[in-house]
């Protein structure tokens, strides 16, 4: 088993007990991975890309961990050691913490973190949701981590503070005990099934109108869900799906600025230009300057 508070290739340490570790297995065999973890830790992971499993008590239980999810996991009362088996080309970002560390990172109004209620103080808790475009560039980020060596444990503990922040963003749209359409697994479904279909053809995006007619769910009915489910309006959420493909685009360095746009189905660079400054406060060019260097 390794040890929490020790750095390695994947995993750096960045404060004693604050640990990120990323995984990225790009092969066509599964990749496991062990470490010990005890019951003063919470755990995060973020699958960007495939799936992987955590086992627990000697493989009898097992805990999937699906693309573009987050898991949350904590257990005061039993230690919780990582025993992953992560698919062929899946990508996953964990955050290992102690309860005391965390508790530091957030102030006493915080009162929507469920697990941080004094009451809750000695309840175990499991979370799974989907995580915003927003979360899946800091992921993307954090997985790259282009810095030198001697400033990484900086750069990911922005990083790290960033995504937390995301995480724990209290948005009362998404509360799901306050949202009983959410409660319906097959208004669920066809709300996927619609971001599925956008993610698919965001070349040619179809109109709100004939997506809500081709999930079978009232332009009402497909706006709200779609909100309550991932945090933002369709197009929005499609939007911020481009930026993060056109980051990725160009960080692969095998597309241009011009093929990036033309591939997100922006009808002229320009547009794609603004677009993409908008959202991160610089243009393609540079961004594509600033990673090739």
Known sequence: MENIDKSSKEKTLIERGFLVVRYENNKDKILQKKMSVTREYIQFHFCLKGSGKLLF??????????????????????????????QPNSWLVSIIISISKF?????????????????????????????SPNIAVILSQILQAKVHDSMRALYLKGKVYELLSLYFNKNDDTDLEQCPFLADEENVRKIRQAKEIILERMSEPPTLHYLSQEIGLSLKKLKEGFKQLYGDTVYGYLLDHKMTE??????????????????LGYSTASHFIVAFKKKYGTTPK??????SS
Do not use: C, W
């Not at 056109?246 to 591939?263: D, F, I, S, W």
């Not at 540079?286 to 990673?291: P, R």
């Open 57 to 86: 008590n000697d493989g009898n239980y097992e805990f999937t961990v699906n693309e573009e999810h987050a898991v949350l996991l904590f257990n005061p009362t039993q230690d919780l050691p990582l025993n992953l088996k992560l």
């Open 103 to 131: 508790h530091n990172l957030f102030s006493n109004d915080a009162n929507h973190i469920i697990f941080l209620n004094p009451e809750n103080s000695k309840r175990k808790f499991y979370d799974d949701r989907v995580f």
């Open 246 to 263: 056109a980051q990725r685009m160009l960080e692969t360095q095998n597309y241009n600025v011009n093929e990036v746009g033309l591939k």
């Open 286 to 291: 540079k961004y594509l300057m600033s990673v």
